[in-house]
């Protein structure tokens, strides 16, 4: 692998690949990943390709012919990639080239040329040209070759379309070495930026919210590496929705002022769409934003303001179907809310403070939300994919194909999970209510793959003498805390002959607190006379056939005592 | 090696501890799961090192790993499941509130059942079936009536507020009560008509019309509830097109009042038809007459169970009353024995203490006053028998037979004279008499 001596070091790049947007980043010498700016200084290149004369135009040029050319510009092609006509939903697609069916795929009618009958450019094909872009970029930026790059996908992406993308990429002359998934990278981006070489164990949740479509994902994180447990996807969901609610909001006010809508030429809308997008963005940094266009629609020109309050009640249903989503893959992971340690915010429409106060409300104060808005030091959602990519790419870039080919079989990473988190119950005189108690401290969380190891020292005793290493599987609890309703108000109730039936419908707010409880005990290890204050350090092992090695000794002092569970299947 | 450090104190263990080496197992790890390991970073590629360790994995081991790990992606849509009729498909958008959206969606049999996660995915299905764009580049015509009609149902359908709205006039979701002469098992005639009705309770849980196991209280409660129904259903969703033009204001104000008094008319109306469909079930309800039956011979048993107790009672009172007279009439008629016994002994106690003492006379005077030759003089027999009524006085009955009966045979005098001496001597060693008291029998 990785080999000083070998001379040329390898160019790779993360590609980051979206419907709307596409990004490319490179891991500099010092092991920062960075997103590169293109000959327009975008770092959200739009995925969008123009042929307009004999000239094909890329990224922001392209998008700005939506307005001029739209049958002759290809945009949110990325998921028709692999799939059927039948598959696909062609409405992102309705303002510029509509996808037709070619032979098993889907394709686009463009005038190419000029002088030339149009031509059929299947999703492979403009993929390729879209990549081909992207690479000369990079390229341009890093004065360099790119000998390689690793592109992200949403999770919900086939083998098969994994497999054409790799190819379209290799037909543009770059080398795919890995695809890997978009709210991975994000995590990555995240935890690679973490100064530890031992992340902490957590659970996070990425909402990667796009242009056309929101994704979220619950991902365990344990010991760095990661583990999907649960995905939701909404199609109909995204920036573009938001760009939507402030079309409908001025076109409305257009229409007062000059009894047209400007919605129903396709021009004046495609106008007013680009400029919305712009007008929305202001909104995320300031708190109101004007928005002018000339010539909108029936000749008429527009100039108008709107402030960030406004906005968001326009895009209240929008935000609440981002909570429902954000719920349902909870629930759909097994979880409850506060079981969710960190909230990574994702995806361009991320930057909206609304989005991510929303979000912050949901959970729990102990939840952190990754997102400029709820935290000066989030990284640019946009960037994420890119950036997780790019490292992803510089880990891997001097392994040979059949390397990387090994490390990314089933066979290494179908790994066995622990169902239950494995921890050592601990002791407090004085419990939450001054009251001795007896909780779990938690080892090795749920759904860590093994083998795994974990390690931590305690105050074995305040007072010395023998101390028992309790070693047990714990089970996560919604207990409800609410606080009793008062005594008297029940005390009349009941007096009411019979109709208390309307006082149900004042629910009162429950309040849940999640607590650790022991499930089943294990093992017992004992460990002789620790004198009042000495820590005793503490080592549970799992081996690959779910062995339990327990390992405890007295820090500074002799022995100790070790002793192993064998797994169920021995 | 990464150590945590906390300030947390572990468990004291108990004085004897009972298990032997310091260990002891009680159970194993829970079954595992397989899942995919992301093959990202660069805590992933050292555990990919670890795994391979110099082995290579074949495509057959591919397929035998994929196979064990969980599967985290839903499948996809599939295939439309409810078949679209021609009448469907050719609907007319402009007339949506007459549309029936579940149907158009392809989720009329799950209707206020449907959840949003179901809406939204027999949305796509129809969309990636419908969409006009395809229609067109397929070379079809340019209709999108059908398409607006998928939009509508999907506006409604998502949006809470408008589809409890319309939820609220979705007739179809009903379920028809049977008529009163209907035959057949009535928990499954009821039990779908209450299910259904159910959906508009504001309470939840709703209690089902249940089955012949059902208790009485469940009954009852059932029956309660269904009596003080406390519905969410509103009826705004039939109303009549309101002018939105300025023009016409009273035209406006009109159409609304006349909406207002139809929704308060439905509402009625709705409380009376569910009234009746609860006094019709009532009315078929043979579970009350079985518990009025049961609680009958209930009563009935118990009545029985009473009186039989009371006579139990009376005759057993009546025979502890008889068993106590004849007890007591045996004791006194011991005790009368008893008493009689005593005197008869005290009788014969005293005839034997009389013979007694003339056994010790006679004694006295069988051994000639134990006087040697001739007939004794006065002197002496007096004196003798001085003597000799002196210890029988101080004999008990019981020594004084001792006496006699030693006397008993008794011919030659001094053995007679020795049997009385030992009397005075026991009596004098008794202490009931000294020796000085006897004048001749000592010497
Ligand atoms: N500062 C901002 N504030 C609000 N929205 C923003 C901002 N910047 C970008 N967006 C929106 O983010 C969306 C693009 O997101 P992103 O770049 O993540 O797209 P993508 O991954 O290609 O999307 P998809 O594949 O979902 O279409 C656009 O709708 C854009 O308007
Ligand atoms: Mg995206």
């Known amino acids: 692998m990785s080999d000083s001596e070998e001379p040329q070091q390898k160019t790779v790049i993360g590609i980051a690949f979206g419907n709307s947007n596409s990004s490319i980043a490179f891991t500099s010498p010092d092991g920062k990943a960075e997103v590169i700016a293109n000959e327009e200084g975008d770092r959200q290149i739009p995925s969008a390709l123009s042929y307009v004369g004999d000239e094909e135009y890329h990224g922001a040029q392209a998008k700005s012919h939506l307005i001029r050319n739209p049958k002759n510009t290809i945009a949110y092609f990325r998921d028709f990639l692999g799939k059927s006509f039948a598959d696909i939903d062609p409405t992102n697609a309705h303002s510029s080239a509509h996808p037709i069916q070619h032979e098993t795929g889907v394709a686009f009618l463009v005038e190419e040329k000029t002088d030339a009958e149009p031509s059929t450019l299947t999703v492979s094909e403009i993929t390729t040209r879209h990549i081909k872009r992207l690479q000369e970029s990079a390229s341009d930026f890093l004065g360099k070759k790119i000998d390689g790059c690793v592109i992200t996908v949403p999770t919900d992406f086939s083998e098969a379309q994994r497999r054409l993308l790799a190819e379209a990429s290799k037909a543009s002359g770059l080398e795919v070495l890995q695809v890997i998934q978009e709210p991975v990278a994000s995590l990555l981006a995240y935890t690679a930026r973490e100064e530890t070489s031992h992340p902490a164990d957590k659970t996070v949740l990425v909402l990667d919210i796009g242009g056309t479509r929101t994704d979220a994902a619950v991902i365990a994180s344990r010991g760095g590496m990661f583990t999907l447990l649960a995905t939701q996807h909404d199609y109909e969901l995204g920036g573009r929705q938001f760009d939507d609610a402030l079309v409908d909001h001025f076109s409305k006010e257009f229409i007062k002022k000059h009894k047209t809508d400007p919605r129903e030429n396709e021009r004046s809308l495609a106008k007013l769409r680009l400029e919305c997008e712009a007008t929305k963005k202001t909104l995320s940094l300031s708190t109101s934003a004007q928005i002018s266009i000339e010539s909108l629609a029936g000749g008429f020109d527009f100039h108008s303001t709107v402030n960030r309050l406004r906005f968001d009640l326009l895009s209240k249903k929008l935000v609440d179907q981002i909570v429902g989503l954000v719920e349902s893959v909870v629930k759909k992971a097994g979880m409850d809310l506060s079981d969710i340690n960190e909230v990574i915010l994702a995806g361009g429409s991320s930057h909206t403070p609304k989005i991510a106060s929303r979000i912050q409300q949901l959970f729990p104060s102990t939840t952190a939300v990754q997102a400029p808005a709820t935290n000066p030091n989030a990284l640019n959602p946009s960037e994420l994919s890119a950036r997780g990519a790019a490292i992803q790419a510089s880990l891997i870039a001097e392994f040979e194909a059949e390397d990387i080919e090994q490390s990314t079989h089933p066979a290494v990473t179908v790994t066995p999970h622990l169902a239950k988190p494995i921890g050592v119950v601990i002791h407090s005189p004085e419990g939450d209510e001054g009251k001795a108690e007896d909780k779990v401290y938690v080892f090795l969380d749920a759904e860590t793959a093994v083998p795994a190891r974990r390690t931590a020292t305690f105050v074995g005793t305040n007072v010395g003498g023998d101390v028992l290493i309790r070693v047990v599987e714990a089970k996560k609890e919604s207990v409800d805390v609410t606080p009793p309703k008062e005594v008297k108000e029940k005390a009349a109730d009941e007096d009411d002959e019979d109709d208390d039936d309307d006082d149900e419908e004042e629910e009162e707010e429950k309040v849940i607190k999640r607590v650790t409880e022991v499930e089943k005990v294990i093992a017992e290890a004992l460990l002789k006379d620790v004198k009042k204050g000495q820590k005793v350090e503490v080592m549970l092992n799992v081996a690959g056939d779910l062995t339990l090695t327990i390992t405890a000794r007295v820090v500074g002092g002799k022995g100790g005592i070790r002793g192993t569970v064998p797994g169920r299947a021995q | ?443």
């Open chain 2, 1 to 443: 090696m990464n150590v945590v450090v906390t300030k947390h104190t572990l468990l004291p263990a108990e004085p004897e501890w009972p298990h032997e080496g310091g260990f002891h197992i009680l159970e194993h790890l829970s079954e595992p799961t397989h899942r995919n390991l992301e093959p990202v970073g660069p805590h992933y590629l050292a555990h990919a090192r670890r795994k391979r360790h110099h082995r290579t994995f074949s495509e057959d081991d591919r397929i035998v790993a994929a196979q064990q790990a969980k599967n985290v992606e839903d499948a996809d849509p599939g295939e439309i499941s409810e078949p679209e009729d021609a009448m469907l498909l050719s609907r007319d958008p402009k007339d949506w509130k007459n549309q029936d959206h579940y149907a158009v969606l392809g989720i009329s049999k799950y209707r206020w059942k449907a959840t949003d996660e179901q809406i939204k995915r027999a949305h796509r299905k129809k969309v990636l079936k419908h969409h006009p764009d395809k229609k067109a580049a397929a070379g079809g015509v340019d209709d999108d009536n059908f398409f607006k009609c998928i939009q509508k149902a999907m506006e409604i359908l998502t949006d809470p507020v408008k589809r409890r709205q319309y939820d609220s006039v979705d007739e179809s979701a009903d379920v028809d009560p049977p008529s009163r002469k209907a035959k057949g098992n009535i928990y499954k005639l009821w039990n779908p008509v209450f299910d259904s009705e159910g959906r508009f309770s504001k309470k939840k849980p709703v209690p089902r019309f249940g089955d012949d196991k059902s208790t009485k209280a469940n009954v009852e409660e059932f029956y309660n509830f269904w009596y003080n129904f406390d519905s969410w259903r509103t009826f705004e969703y039939l109303d009549e097109d309101v002018p939105d033009d300025n023009e016409n204001r009273d035209q406006k104000r009109h159409v609304e009042r006349k909406n207002k008094a139809a929704r308060a008319k439905r509402k009625t109306e709705d409380t009376a038809r569910l009234r009746k469909i609860v006094d019709d079930a009532l009315a078929m309800d043979v579970r009350l007459q079985k518990f009025r039956k049961e609680e009958r011979l209930q009563k009935d048993a118990k009545k029985i169970a009473r009186e039989a107790e009371e006579k139990r009672l009376v005759e057993e009172a009546k025979k502890k009353a008889e068993e106590d007279a004849r007890r007591k009439e045996e004791e006194e008629a011991a005790m009368k024995a008893s008493k009689a016994d005593a005197k008869k002994a005290k009788e014969a106690a005293k005839n034997a203490a009389k013979k007694n003492k003339r056994v010790l006379r006679k004694g006295a005077e069988d051994a000639n006053y134990f006087h040697s030759d001739g007939a004794a003089p006065p002197d002496v027999v007096a004196n003798v028998l001085a003597d000799v009524e002196l210890l029988i006085t101080k004999l008990d009955n019981e020594e004084l037979d001792v006496v006699a009966k030693k006397l008993a045979g008794l011919k030659v005098s001094d053995e007679i004279k020795s049997v009385l001496v030992d009397g005075i001597r026991g009596s004098v060693g008794k202490g009931s008499a000294a020796e000085g008291d006897f004048k001749v029998l000592l010497k």
